[in-house]
């Protein structure tokens, strides 16, 4: 997978990146206070999910410093699924240094070339750095033509 800066590689993981990908993606929630089930559990979740189609997973730089995480699902709107950016991180010590570009940028080639029409991506309201990014990139977060905000709504279904 090409990417725009040449030590910037960005690859497509597999099954045996499982573990890499999920140290990642655990660094990621405990850097911002959010739960985690932890390194081994993610591991043998991205072992599974990776042998599938609905989901990929991308890693930045050699050896890896960030990873995306990509679901793909049907949607009645479009003729291709549609994307969603489910993560993207890159080791703090290492942003500012457009791997978070190069990733974002292998993503929406992964997308494209899935034959995705849209890419989405949630943002928590006050994480400003991250919308800042995503704006720089072109994504908004209004339909065109629109001055509202749109909003996304979830709701917890297990137990508890």
Known sequence: MSSPHPDHLV?????????????????FNREFDTATPGVEVLAGRLRSLLAGQ?????????????????????????????????????????????????????????????????????VDGEDTDARRFYEAHGFRNTEPDASEPMYYYYRDLTPG
């Open 54 to 122: 609905d989901l990929v997973v991308l890693l930045g730089g050699e050896p890896a410093i960030g990873v995306a995480v990509v679901s793909f699902r049907r949607n009645v709107w479009y003729e291709g699924p549609v994307a969603l950016l489910d993560e993207l991180y890159v080791r703090p010590d290492l942003r500012g240094r457009r791997y978070g570009h190069a990733m974002l940028t292998a993503t929406c080639a992964l997308a494209t070339d899935r034959g995705a029409e849209t890419l989405e991506i949630n």
């Open 11 to 27: 690859r497509r993981a597999t099954p045996a990146d499982a573990l890499t990908a999920a140290r990642l993606l655990d660094a």
